[in-house]
């Protein structure tokens, strides 16, 4: 069962708990029972919070769970919506006064701890964009890297508050990219993306260094070989 609430352009669905926030909007896209445009799936809990690349996310009830579904049959750039999340949550770290910063591609940092992570996923015509914030609690490692949450920061906000803020600031940020492409969305992104040596995984290894962020979104790689310009994938840095 779910409540249901509006907020500005956005329906969200409350549950209790789900397996993921994410699989509950793919069932929803699937059932065609209703335009899910705009629609947020958020739950207290989740039994198999996912994360990137087939990772498990630890969900334990007073972080922030939430799926956001985009219509983008008509989106010419639907991968930015990567940076459009990862901003989002940046700006709601900027009005409590905290630094973030951005590990390419959308994990967000707050001195070197990840304190948010969004897995994207295309279902039929729609983006569902899932979120995961560290309210209450982290766990004290994820893959490589430690993890931080809003309380450690000091920030005291529960994950209803934090979920407005984070709409409030995605609507804005998609208008304002409607208006007029979000003058210097590359320039917004590079000033808090971590730059420096890494190993890029996609499929194969290459090593190299990140640079920064080109006109298009694409992170510009530098190797041995050269620059490269990319759009997916995974780094670490060594
Ligand atoms: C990552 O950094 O690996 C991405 C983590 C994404 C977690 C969120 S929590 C809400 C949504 N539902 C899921 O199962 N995953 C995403």
Redesign the pocket.
């Known amino acids: 069962m779910f409540i249901t609430s509006k907020f500005q352009e956005f329906t969200i669905r409350d549950f209790e708990i789900l397996d993921?926030?994410?699989?509950e909007a793919k069932r929803i896209i699937l059932s065609k029972a209703i335009n899910p445009d705009n629609l947020i799936i958020t739950a207290k809990q989740?039994t198999?919070?996912?994360?990137?690349v087939g990772?498990e996310?630890v969900?334990e009830e007073g972080n922030l769970?939430?799926?956001f579904i985009f219509d983008i049959s008509k989106q010419p750039n639907p991968e930015l919506y990567s940076y459009f999340c990862a901003l989002a949550i940046c700006d709601l770290l900027k009005k409590y006064d905290v630094k973030p910063e951005l590990k390419w591609p959308n994990?967000v940092l707050v001195t070197n701890e990840k304190i948010a992570?969004?897995?994207l996923e295309k279902c039929s015509n729609f983006l569902i964009c899932?979120?995961?914030l560290n309210i209450d609690s982290n766990p004290e490692y994820l893959s490589d890297r430690k993890t931080t949450s809003l309380k450690s920061l000091n920030i005291d906000i529960d994950a209803n508050t934090a979920l407005k803020l984070l709409s409030a600031n995605l609507a804005s940020i998609k208008e304002e990219y409607k208006k007029n492409h979000l003058r210097n969305l590359a320039g917004i992104i590079d000033d808090l993306l971590i730059k420096g040596s890494a190993v890029l995984s996609m499929g194969n290894r290459i090593k190299g260094a990140i640079m920064g962020i080109d006109e298009e979104g694409k992170m510009i790689f530098k190797t041995e070989s050269g620059i490269e310009k990319i759009s997916s994938g995974e780094v670490f840095f060594i």
Request: glycine share 22%; net charge positive.
């Open positions: 993921s926030t994410n699989d989740q198999k919070g996912r994360g990137r990772r996310w969900s769970f939430a799926s994990d992570g969004i897995l899932g979120v995961g």
